[in-house]
């Protein structure tokens, strides 16, 4: 069984530019989330969907972060325009169903890098 | 605000050194607490979860333990592939209302060396 996969792996963009990073969960699985790994600090939840709908988006840190799930299969999250305070590890996460009984299971993150 | 702190930041051990790794939170509405592995480069790999104060889980080397402020992560007799970062994460009930129970709050690791 496939894992959850993140593209791109790594992106590295300018200050004002815009960038998509592109989370496909584990087939089958209802729930998808979004974190991020600033340098130094803790992994910290951006949001979760339940299918295409935004179940819980108060992670999200201000309206330059969208993110989409048309069709409740892959995500996106668009930064734009990107800030150097962006950079980062942003991971994906995917559990059949939400709660504590449902285990969430990782990508390998795409790392961000704001110049 | 939930908040999950984890000590040590750093811990170095030779292999068959035994130890303890902690994680202790304040949360409100605390479902459950996790404990995942994550290797340089690779998402966080689930290892346990923890729901009630007084709850043990094993698996090899690793115990994980429960109290009602903290949790431990013990290691027993470790070996040099346990190396990695272990994170702890607790999850509450979020979203509006209070109705979502997705969100993990995490620690910022123990990053944990196991020397030959």
């Known amino acids: 069984e496939a894992g959850v996969t993140q593209f791109p792996s790594h992106s590295v963009i300018e200050k004002g530019q815009t960038v998509t990073l592109r989370c496909d969960p584990i087939?089958?699985?209802?729930?998808l989330y979004w974190y991020r790994r600033v340098m130094g600090k803790e992994i910290k939840f951006l949001l979760h969907?339940?299918?295409?709908?935004?179940?819980?988006e108060s992670g999200m840190p201000n309206n330059r972060f969208l993110a989409e799930r048309t069709g409740g299969t892959y995500s996106t999250l668009k930064v734009q325009p990107a800030e150097l305070e962006d950079s980062g590890v942003y991971f994906c996460?995917?559990?059949?169903?939400?709660?504590?009984?449902?285990?969430?299971?990782f990508g390998p993150g795409t790392r961000l890098t704001v110049t | 605000e939930d908040q999950v702190t984890q000590s040590p930041e750093a811990l170095r051990l030779q292999e068959g050194e035994s130890s303890s790794l902690n994680c202790s939170y304040t949360?409100?509405?605390?479902?459950?607490l996790f404990w995942y592995r994550q290797d340089p480069g690779k998402g966080p790999e689930f290892l346990f979860t923890?729901?009630?104060a007084g709850e043990e889980k094993e698996k090899e080397r690793l115990k994980a333990t429960l109290t009602k402020k903290e949790s431990f992560l013990h290691i027993t007799a470790p070996k040099p592939e346990d190396s990695a970062t272990y994170l702890c994460?607790?999850?509450?009930?979020?979203?509006?209302?209070?109705?979502?129970?997705?969100?993990?709050?995490f620690g910022q690791g123990t990053i944990l060396t196991v020397h030959p």
């Open positions: 996460a995917s559990s059949q169903d939400e709660g504590i009984l449902y285990e969430q299971y």
């Open positions: 087939s089958g699985h209802d729930n």
């Open positions: 969907f339940v299918k295409e709908s935004k179940q819980d």
């Open positions: 949360v409100s509405g605390l479902r459950g």
């Open positions: 923890l729901y009630s």
């Open positions: 994460a607790v999850q509450a009930p979020g979203g509006a209302g209070g109705t979502s129970y997705g969100k993990l709050t």
